[in-house]
């Protein structure tokens, strides 16, 4: 039984408060990493968007995982950001239900997207005559859209879950934004076997995707090992290196999320800024850094702006 049964209608986030001499340093790095990531992410998008030559599956998705990691960070850095700043970090019922829907909803989707860049890269290497099969942007569009769909489908599970009840006092929410554990735990009602139950849904979403990506990946080695040349070899596990690392950073990161034992303390807000923050800066340079057409398709578009002077 909850101690106080008063009915709340807002949180009040904690959030970067249990830190108050570093806020406005910690407000400068995030802006400047957060305009980073758009700048990186609105690149990959209007590069793809502008060169024909990349309308190929692999930029295809990489376009969609880039503009569903803005609107990820859209839906939880410009709070958090405000938060640093202000001395009211009250959020709405409605606001957080928003926000952990997209952040739920998002984070499915990109796990999903990445799944779908892994499978494109077996197709390219290990079975190249179905490989058409994903040369067309309807199919792409298909895959992206069930992406979404898939996301935030389970995204909507979890929320009618979680939200399925009232609030009680305390009010106040352990994190630099609306928390699935944190704001689970403030629920009128038992919330231990709710946290469970959403966890293990989100844990299997993760779990599941990076098994097939890991499955894809064994299939790739096994064909890669088999090419005669080392120059051939080197060519095909250059073309995995920046999607396998992504995959190592995203899914290294993100069971924080679910597996981390709730702190009595502050410190989650410090645990969650690698996948909120790190993550979807990292994102977009390491694949517009490792993708030759990528760096080709920018240098063109900056000749055509300043053309050479004679």
């Not at 202000?86 to 739920?104: D, G, P, T």
């Not at 990161?253 to 410090?270: C, H, M, R, W």
Request: with cysteine; net charge positive; proline share 4%.
């Amino acid at each position: 039984m909850k101690v106080n049964q008063i009915i709340l209608k807002e949180f009040i986030l904690i959030g970067f408060s249990v830190y108050p001499h570093v806020q406005t340093f910690l407000f400068v790095v995030f802006f400047c990493l957060y305009l980073l990531t758009l700048a990186g992410s609105l690149t990959i998008m209007g590069l793809t968007w502008v060169d024909r030559s990349l309308h190929t599956p692999i930029y295809l998705f990489l376009s969609a995982l880039s503009f569903s990691e803005t609107c990820y960070t859209l839906a939880i850095i410009p709070k958090m950001l405000e938060d640093l700043l202000a001395k009211n970090r009250s959020v709405s019922i409605i606001s957080c239900v928003l926000q952990m829907c997209f952040f739920l909803g998002l984070g499915d989707t990109n796990c999903i997207i990445l799944t779908l860049m892994g499978y494109e890269r077996f197709l390219t290497i290990c079975n190249a005559l179905r490989y058409p099969l994903l040369r067309t942007n309807i199919v792409c569009g298909q895959l992206v859209a069930s992406a979404w769909a898939a996301g935030f489908f389970i995204s909507l599970i979890e929320m009618a879950l979680i939200f399925r009840g009232s609030f009680c006092s305390p009010k106040l929410v352990k994190h630099f934004f609306c928390h699935m554990r944190a704001v689970v735990r403030l629920s009128c009602i038992e919330s231990v076997l709710t946290e469970f139950i959403v966890i293990v849904i989100s844990v299997s979403g993760l779990l599941g995707t990076f098994l097939l990506i890991i499955l894809t990946y064994i299939f790739i080695l096994s064909t890669v090992l088999r090419i005669p040349s080392a120059e051939g070899k080197q060519k095909a596990f250059s073309t995995c290196a920046s999607h396998l690392t992504v995959v190592i950073i995203h899914f290294g990161f993100a069971p924080i999320v679910y597996l981390k034992p709730e702190a009595s303390s502050g410190d989650d807000t410090l645990i969650a800024v690698p996948y909120t923050v790190i993550t979807p800066f990292l994102s977009p340079m390491i694949f517009s850094l490792r993708y030759k057409d990528m760096k080709n398709a920018f240098r063109k578009v900056i000749e055509n702006r300043v053309p050479l002077k004679k």
